[in-house]
């Protein structure tokens, strides 16, 4: 494609995806097509010569719209959110028109020096201890996702407590592993890549607001170690996937630094413990990008005892994906773990000491300039400008709370303390298991309904309709008319169960539960 043709296209592109943005509200938010339908439609072999760009187009309309979520919709409200801005997608773009391979700082220096000060700028930003600044031992590096850095965290914490053992001779098995059983999926994933194994993760019981118990954590660590294990990393959450906990991050470090608070039955007793070295991660994901504004980092209380964080701005900070934001405290830790140096990636910049040589902080040797998407991002809003929209989505999820507090037809199942609303149908007949398969109909009519898109999960034994606010487009009238859906589908739901329950002669629902 010569230059001119690129640039005329590019144009009509660029028309394409404003297009887009500006009717994704208008679009069924959940793909309607059925598996393997988009497959049935396409040729089974290649091209045997090329096609025109308008004809590729065309197939993108017709071919792949249809089978896509629209996760860019203001009405989408599942999962968490992967939201984007036009800033963003100009830094994608530009990154691609590059194709920077940001490998070593020698590849081009520009991509190296430029993540690093934006990282710092958002360990500013989100009031980071700063110890995770490159101005000191540590540093931040932006990653794929937080699936990458709990990995790359655990894989230092994992050298650390073996002395590099484990790079040298394979993986010692008696390694331990503790997260709460709220905590992300990609906890047991990594366990499972590193080599420790599933049998070595333990799972630590939450409270009632579905945060790690201390004293649990403590007990456990303890009848390990009795039993010739070594705890050598601990995954703490700062707002679960499921409900948007919050791990007391001062209790753990404490547990972690060998030192913890006890409480007698007449006094506190502050009791001292040999040090455990327990590496210990933060998984704020999500909800670090709301630390952006002051009055919600007391969250991450205790967050000096941390040895690495990661949070995602491709989750809600206007920020397509990827992007994770990775801090470690000390990066010599996360390099003697992960640094391989061939002769051909040997040179003078790297043999000085002098550079970050990012390929040593991550899985892949690899790497996209993905800084650049970011730095357009904050330079476009501004502190301030990312500030009124974190708390415009969070006092949405509040009002939308607080409709569901007040209605006699639905409540609440956890805490609120952001953006995520996680809620059901009562169904104040029906046993838990009534209930449950109700609740699970309704988010799968709503969900078809094109109307809108949310998730679920389980809590105390309760399905749960996740509600999530953080879109980049999602105004008030996107949560009203949510609700008023949500609203009107239960009660059609309804009225189907009792007139079902009629026709089988007016038995009532079990109260099992």
Known sequence: MPPEEFRRWARIAADWIADYHSKVGSLPVMSQIKPGELRASLPPKAPEHGETFKAVLED???LIMPGLTHWQSP??????????????????????????????????????ELEAHVLDWMAEMMGLPAKF????????????SASSAVLCA????????????????????????????????SVEKAV????????????????????????????????????????????????????????????????????????????RVRKRTPHLGIWLHVDAAMSGTATICPEFRHFQKGLEFADSYASNPHKWMFTNFDC????????????????????????????????????????PLGRRFRALKLWFV?????????????????????????????????????PVPLNLVCFAAKAPRAGRRARNEFNAQLLDRLNKSGKLFLTHTILNGCYALRFCIGQTYTEREHVDEAWRVIRNVARELGEEKGAQARRFGGRKISQEN
Request: with cysteine; aromatic share 8%; hydrophobic share 35%.
């Open 324 to 363: 994770d934001c990775f801090y470690v405290a000390d990066r010599a830790s996360l390099i003697r773990a992960l640094s391989v140096l061939p002769e051909y990636l040997r040179n003078q910049a790297t043999e000085s000491g002098s550079v970050i040589d990012y390929r040593d902080w991550q899985i």
């Open 75 to 112: 009405n989408f409200f599942g999962y968490f959110p992967c939201n984007n801005s036009f800033p963003s997608i100009l830094g994608e773009i530009l990154s691609a028109g590059l194709g920077v391979q940001g490998m070593l700082w020698a590849t081009s220096p520009a991509c190296t």
């Open 378 to 414: 904050i330079r476009h809003y501004g502190v301030e400008g990312l500030k009124h929209h974190i708390r415009r989505h969070v006092a949405l999820a509040q009002e939308f709370a607080d409709w569901v507090g007040l209605s006699d037809e639905f409540e609440l199942l956890a």
């Open 133 to 144: 600044k490159s101005s000191g031992k540590g540093g931040g590096v932006i990653q794929d």
């Open 192 to 267: 499972k890549i590193a080599g420790i194994g599933k049998q070595n993760l333990r799972l630590i019981e939450t409270d009632e607001r579905f945060a790690m118990r201390p004293e649990a954590l403590a007990t456990q660590i303890t009848k390990d170690r009795k039993a010739g294990l070594t705890p050598c990393f601990v995954c703490a959450t700062t707002g679960t996937t499921s409900s948007n906990g919050f791990d007391p991050l001062s209790e753990i470090g404490r547990i972690c630094r060998g030192r913890r608070e006890e409480s007698a039955r007449r006094k």
């Open 60 to 62: 993108l309309d017709k």
């Open 154 to 185: 655990l894989l230092s914490a994992r050298e650390r407590a073996t002395n590099l053992a484990s790079n040298e001779r394979g993986c010692d098995r008696s390694l331990t592993v503790y997260a709460s059983n709220q905590a992300h999926s």
